[in-house]
């Protein structure tokens, strides 16, 4: 699993072929899913700690942030399979909801970075490389599990497949939200976080 996490953040293609035709593979891509989504609560949760939030607080989002981050996931999968399996496929596409799954679930890996968003001064820049560096990976792998000949398409799936889910991802982080709670943020930066998580 290693090995092909490695792969995928580095655009391998044949690391994604790998993937895309393994059946078996789809527990570990929500292995990674998880893994990535982890990351960003271990952040948060010692940024949280080094300003004394409540481990009661804090326990809550661990828990919120797996569940939240797996249906997260979930919804970007189906958007892109909607856009690219059905609205812009080509002749040559043939894909499945579990071969894309499979396929972006490993392209999440870059967000490992964003365990690093505690650090004061620099730890807001982990979670933006994280994020440019996977939205760069999902193109790969929405290329290589949808068989596009041009990465043109496989940005336009992608971008398309950001303006359609951004709806239905601001009412899951809404509830999220809502059950959890969340610190406060300035509007803009608030956006600009949303935006950023809808992968």
């Avoid at 998880?34 to 828990?63: K, N, P």
């Amino acid at each position: 699993m290693i090995q092909r996490m490695i792969g995928a953040a580095f655009f391998n293609r044949q690391t994604y072929e790998e993937i895309e035709q393994d059946q078996g593979a789809l527990g570990q891509a929500i292995g990674v899913v998880l893994l990535v989504t982890l990351c960003g609560v271990v952040g948060g949760v010692i940024g949280g700690l080094m300003q004394g939030s409540a481990v009661l607080g804090i326990l809550f989002g661990i828990i919120g942030g797996l569940v939240f981050g797996i249906i997260r996931w979930a919804l970007w999968v189906s958007v892109m399979y909607l856009v690219g399996g059905k609205m812009l496929r080509t002749g040559d596409t043939q894909t499945s909801w579990g071969e894309l799954g499979r396929v972006m679930g490993f392209a999440y890996t870059p967000g490992v970075l964003s365990v690093l968003s505690f650090i004061p001064g620099i730890g807001g820049l982990f979670p933006v490389i994280g994020f440019c560096w996977t939205l760069a990976a999902v193109t790969v792998a929405v290329r290589q599990a949808m068989d596009f000949e041009s990465t043109g398409r496989a940005i336009g799936v992608v971008l398309l497949s950001a303006v359609i889910g951004f709806i239905p991802w601001v009412i899951i982080w809404a509830i999220q939200l809502a059950i959890l709670g969340g610190p406060e943020a300035p509007p803009v930066e608030s956006a600009i976080r949303n935006l950023m998580s809808v992968i």
